[in-house]
T-cell receptor, first 113, second 116 residues
Framework: GESVGLHLPTLSVQEGDNSIINCAYS??????FIWYKQESGKGPQFIID?????DKRQGQRVTVLLNKTVKHLSLQIAATQPGDSAVYFC????????????FGRGTSLIVHP | GAGVSQSPRYKVAKRGQDVALRCDPI?????LFWYQQALGQGPEFLTY????????KSGLPSDRFFAERPEGSVSTLKIQRTQQEDSAVYLC??????????????FGSGTQLSVL
């Protein structure tokens, strides 16, 4: 659930379970969205992206769903593995002007063996 | 090929000191971004370059922050008279194209700055 201060929202799952990480974005004019994974001590790493003319996109073990009506993104990870433990960020790209991705706060995923 | 490289990896500064953080983007990448990431938060935009041109610096928190990319490749983020609130991880990212709407960023591992 949501936390304040230094504590990220956290999702704890068992290895092999499916994980769903949610993100609410702020700008209804955003037309491109990316999920990044950030492991401890590293920079964010691209996982999957989706454009606003789609509502679903699948990758390897990951699926992104986009609901523009309620400005909501979700990242689904199938058969979660310990190596999936990280902080996950969604980023949105507003239309027009220069391309400046804006990041959400992030969700910490903890996978228990 | 090599990814985005940042140096130093860690920097400890006394309050009031000036620091310079370096970013080597992926060769040939046109766009370069600097972000600041506080503990437990998402990256916050600082500034954006397209080649050597600084097109957006709206995220720089004060005039103590300055960034440059004189030859359109390596970039330096300079912070003058560092304050404790400047303590954060500074991330650099690059992307291949010019003015493209919507493409993924390639991030370095960041420089962790601690101001004492």
């Amino acid at each position: 659930g949501e936390s304040v201060g230094l504590h990220l929202p956290t999702l704890s799952v068992q290895e092999g379970d499916n994980s769903i990480i949610n993100c609410a974005y702020s700008n209804s004019a955003s037309d491109y969205f990316i999920w990044y994974k950030q492991e401890s001590g590293k920079g964010p790493q691209f996982i999957i992206d989706i454009r606003s003319n789609m509502d679903k996109r699948q990758g390897q073990r990951v699926t992104v769903l986009l609901n523009k009506t309620v400005k909501h993104l979700s990242l689904q990870i199938a058969a979660t593995q310990p190596g999936d433990s990280a902080v996950y960020f969604c980023a949105e790209n507003p239309t027009g002007g220069s391309y400046i991705p804006t990041f959400g706060r992030g969700t910490s995923l903890i996978v228990h063996p | 090929g090599a990814g985005v490289s940042q140096s130093p990896r860690y920097k400890v500064a006394k309050r009031g000191q000036d620091v310079a953080l370096r970013c080597d983007p992926i060769s040939g990448h046109v766009s370069l971004f600097w972000y600041q990431q506080a503990l437990g938060q998402g990256p916050e935009f600082l500034t954006y370059f397209q080649n050597e041109a600084q097109l957006d610096k709206s995220g720089l928190p004060s005039d103590r922050f300055f960034a440059e990319r004189p030859e359109g490749s390596v970039s330096t983020l300079k912070i003058q008279r560092t304050q404790q609130e400047d303590s954060a991880v500074y991330l650099c990212a690059s992307s291949p194209r010019q003015g493209a709407k919507g493409e993924k960023l390639f991030f370095g591992s960041g420089t962790q700055l601690s101001v004492l």
